[in-house]
């Protein structure tokens, strides 16, 4: 009876082991996965957010050149330059596989599954300025694109055919400096929040212990 009874208790125990070790593989290969997510979402971002500092030079510039009133050809250019409108997005795979498939309960680690959870969820900031640009998306769509194309020459890149004293005002005018300092404003909307979720990420990377 003895012998069989601690048969049972070390197959039970070798098979909790076994168990142990397989939650733990599974958990080590989901925060792997989460890693390189991060990697991956920290490289948009800073890139993106070079790409805003960009823009951002150019609407100074922009608005520097309508108030000098010299030269429309720079305000074309600058005002083109300024129709890249792209967002950034964040990917999320890893972490609705580890939610998804219920094996975050095997993390352990509450610190590690917080942050993990917190960091995911501050996602949901850059979704909303990306929304919010979008709700605004008008302004580029009403207002600034269809202002440079109404009153800008963009087919001579060489040098500007303007027929007529007004003409040569619609680059100078109220206006469009108007439409183009709200869009500067969105602009730093939009990079407060990516440096804050960049920030957040850098954070996440900087203190991971991963351990079961």
Known sequence: FLVVLIGILIAFQLNKCSDDRTKAELIENHLLQITSECE??????????????????????????????????????????????????????????????????????YEVKRNIISMYDSFEKVTQINQSNQNNQNLYDNHFYPYIKSNFDLINWSKLRIRSKAEEEAYYSREFANTISTYRFLLLAKERIYKAQKEEIDAYLGNLTPRE
């Open 40 to 109: 991956e979402n920290r490289k948009k971002l800073r890139l993106s957010m070079n790409r805003i500092q960009t823009q951002l030079a150019n609407c100074d510039s922009l608005l520097e050149e309508t108030s000098r009133r010299e030269s429309p050809e720079k305000v074309r250019n600058f005002a083109t330059a300024l129709l890249d409108m792209r967002n950034v997005d964040l990917a999320r795979n890893a972490y609705k596989v580890l939610v998804e498939s219920g094996d975050i309960r095997y993390l352990s680690d």
